[in-house]
């Protein structure tokens, strides 16, 4: 079994810190090969997650923001993590109510970047301890519908 690489990096709190972020992973995952479109879903889901961190983690205090980028053969999964003020992530979400195109502007606050993190990556998990860790996985072109036939022939 090989290993994946793993980069880690830690950032400030700090909103002018998030675009350091998306030039690493721009420069990540067009080395694994993703599309021009698909770098731009991950630095779109990734700037939300550290986002969510920065204002609703730690609102305004000094703290950390936690990345890390996993990158696999067939996969690259991206990892957000803070040690803020934890939100309870389920309740947030159900909190929202069901997703109409005509209703995106009656999202709450922080609502939207947890859409568009979950509709732009193929697979989202969430851990809530002292604060939130976001696992966010996105797969190459075409290897999440390979992966999924395998699962159902199985």
């Known amino acids: 079994m090989k290993y994946a690489d793993y980069i880690e990096m830690k950032i400030p709190a700090r909103p002018e810190f998030v675009g350091i972020t998306r030039l690493t992973l721009s420069g990540i995952a067009s080395r694994m090969g993703f599309t021009y479109d698909t770098i731009e879903d991950l630095k779109i889901a990734t700037s939300e997650a550290i986002t969510n961190a920065v204002q ?30 934890s939100f309870n992530f389920h309740e947030t979400k159900e909190a929202l109510g069901p997703y109409k195109e005509n209703s995106i502007e009656f999202l709450r606050e922080g609502g939207l ?35 999924d036939a395998e699962t159902v022939s199985t």
């Open 56 to 85: 609703h983690a730690y609102k305004g205090e000094d703290g950390e923001v936690l990345i890390g980028f996993s990158l696999h053969e067939d996969h690259l999964e991206v990892v957000v993590s803070d040690n803020g003020n």
């Open 113 to 147: 970047g947890l859409y568009l993190i979950e509709t732009l990556m193929d697979e989202v998990k969430v851990h809530q301890n002292e604060g939130i860790t976001l696992f966010m996985t996105k797969y190459l072109e075409g290897e999440q519908v390979e992966r």
